[in-house]
């Protein structure tokens, strides 16, 4: 889905499965707001999201968490972690590209 976003709506970004990649990546390429789907292979999305909120480096980022998990506490765990933002799938296109709006306008991405 996020390759289409970036394809439909012109976000540039970088898509990667895995989570150890996705700290590189935010490391790399300092993005506004990094997408996180919470169920990553070999390092989940909460792992993601504590190792850049501990690196100062890059702790400023702003992440939306995206999840299948809709068990109870899930959100909470998710913001406990760091994200800025939670969503649960299934996410349309379009409510996505809103999030990332409102997260982009948001006090804490200033």
Not at 18 to 33: K, L, M, N, S, W
Not at 58 to 76: F, K, Q, S, Y
């Amino acid at each position: 889905m996020l390759s289409l976003l970036y394809r439909k709506w012109w976000y540039p970004g970088d898509t990667t499965q895995y989570g150890a990649e996705a700290v590189a990546q935010v490391h790399a390429t300092r993005p506004d707001v990094a997408v996180l789907d919470i169920q990553m292979p070999a390092l989940d999305g909460l792992s993601v999201i504590r190792r850049i909120r501990a690196d100062p480096a890059v702790a400023a980022t702003l992440i939306l968490a995206v999840t299948a998990l809709t068990i109870p506490g899930d959100r909470e765990r998710c913001l406990e972690a760091g994200a800025t933002r939670y969503l649960a799938k299934p996410v349309s296109c379009r409510q996505l590209v809103a999030t990332l709006a409102e997260v982009l306008a948001s006090p804490e991405a200033t």
